[in-house]
């Protein structure tokens, strides 16, 4: 029997290598022309746009689910830094903390009533009981929750005007951040998951923006466009201000030829590399685990086909509700590590073309359905989105240099600034032309 595998198993197990070496060139590249402190600054928001990716990809790749509203899994994530790290608001919890509790645990017992309600009464009966209880229950959680929520926005609004956190270290809220986009998809799959699959992409996109403009409302929550400034960083990450007051690092800067300032920068985004490439390297590891398993296995079955996997015996809406939750918590642990990179909480930040459409072009492009090509998707296109910008203006001006001073040019000169879009677009559709399956198919 001949022991040698065919050529095209042989490319396409070269395929991963070759495309993770080029992105390794690309970021030497960067940091060899342009600066490593830039290559690093790609190549850490490209690691966490991968963790996104792959919480992404464990949804549609592993079982087929739109999702729509990534943004708000990810605005969630990013909640979690600032109720958990920051420190606590003097007063705030004492003012108003209590009475947002409870207008809480009355919404929810407004919501379970109802239900019951739904389940044990019949007739008109029901229909009027239940719009008694929500409107009471509405009119109830306002006359509780209004009056909270003033005292908090009155304590030092120009700086605070928050609940605050819990002054925990800053590494506990990422969990906290995956188990919070847990919950939100866990309350839309028990409601949109055993309907068809158009719903779920409609609940999802609804959810997400709900998400977003309630952390942008809410100020005594995150502040809302106020913003959150001064996010602690995870342990071992520095700050550049300590370093530079350190003086055996800026000896070691100097032997190197470094002065303090560039040094300590490059130290600290290096920290942040290996930090996210640990998260990376693990959730990839269970990632792959899971997929190789009885149970991604079946998860695939259920995938390519409902019909035959409910003959089986396997409960369909139950597992789909299963990967949904499992991969919000990814995208939620992204979030959270992006705002711990970036020490900031910007509600307005957050817009579906950014943290949705794009996450979704990075598994497409990646490979839908390999964990692999996802990581690969969240670097290269990250990589590309940044450069857009940088290319855009240079390739218009090649473009336009000909052409006399007129309307034309400066309409030419003002669109470079959509390049972003442009290239986005051209590489979903050359790698959908020549690639279907994306970069890194799956097998």
């Not at 350190?246 to 000896?251: G, L, S, T, V």
């Not at 000909?402 to 986005?424: E, F």
């Amino acid at each position: 029997m001949s022991t040698h595998q065919p050529k095209a198993a042989r490319g396409g197990a070269l395929r991963a290598p070759l495309f993770f070496t080029i992105i390794a060139l690309l970021i030497a590249i960067e940091g060899m022309t342009r600066g490593w402190n830039g290559a690093l600054g790609i190549l850490n928001m490209g690691l966490i746009s991968a963790v996104i990716a792959l919480g992404l990809n464990l949804q549609w790749g592993y079982a087929g689910l739109f999702n729509s509203g990534v943004v708000g899994f990810v605005a969630l994530g990013g909640l979690a830094p600032v109720l958990v790290a920051m420190p606590p608001t003097p007063g705030a919890f004492a003012g108003g903390g209590w009475g947002i509790l409870i207008a809480l645990c009355i919404a929810v017992a407004t919501v379970v009533a109802a239900v019951w309600l739904n389940h044990n009464l019949k007739g008109k009966a029901r229909a009027v009981a239940i719009i008694v209880t929500l409107i009471a229950g509405f009119f109830l959680y306002r006359a509780v929750f209004d009056p909270a929520v003033a005292v908090i926005e009155k304590i030092n609004p120009s700086a605070q005007g928050n609940l605050g956190g819990l002054g925990l270290p800053t590494l506990i809220a990422w969990p906290v951040g995956a188990v919070l986009a847990a919950g939100a998809a866990w309350v839309v799959g028990k409601t949109a998951l055993g309907l068809r699959s158009d719903y779920l992409a409609i609940a999802t996109l609804g959810i997400g923006e709900i998400i977003v403009a309630v952390l942008r409302n809410e100020e005594w929550l995150a502040r809302g466009v106020l913003n959150v400034n001064g996010i602690p960083r995870p342990w071992p990450v520095p700050y550049e201000i300590d370093l530079q007051a350190n003086a055996d690092f800026i000896a070691r800067a100097a032997g190197m030829g470094l002065d303090p300032v560039t040094a300590s920068t490059i130290t600290v985004k290096l920290l942040w590399t290996a930090l996210f490439a640990l998260v990376l390297i693990g959730l990839l590891l269970l990632a792959q685990l899971a997929l190789k398993s009885p149970w991604g296995r079946m998860m695939r079955a259920i995938r390519d086909n409902e019909i035959a996997a409910a003959a089986m015996g396997k409960n369909v809406t139950r597992r789909h509700l299963q990967i949904f939750v499992l991969g919000a918590a990814v995208m939620g642990l992204g979030g959270a590590m992006m705002i711990s990179l970036d020490g900031q909480m910007t509600p307005s930040g957050y817009n579906p073309l950014r943290y949705t459409f794009l996450i979704w072009v990075m598994v497409i492009v990646g490979g839908s359905g390999n964990n692999w090509g996802s990581v690969l998707g969240g670097l290269l296109i990250w990589y590309l989105w940044i450069k857009a910008e940088v290319w855009g203006p240079t390739l218009m001006g090649l473009i336009t240099a000909h052409l006399s001073d007129g309307a034309v040019k400066q309409h030419l000169v003002d669109s470079a600034a959509h390049m972003r879009l442009i290239v986005m677009g051209l590489v979903l559709l050359l790698v959908l032309r020549f690639s279907p399956r994306g970069l890194l198919p799956e097998r």
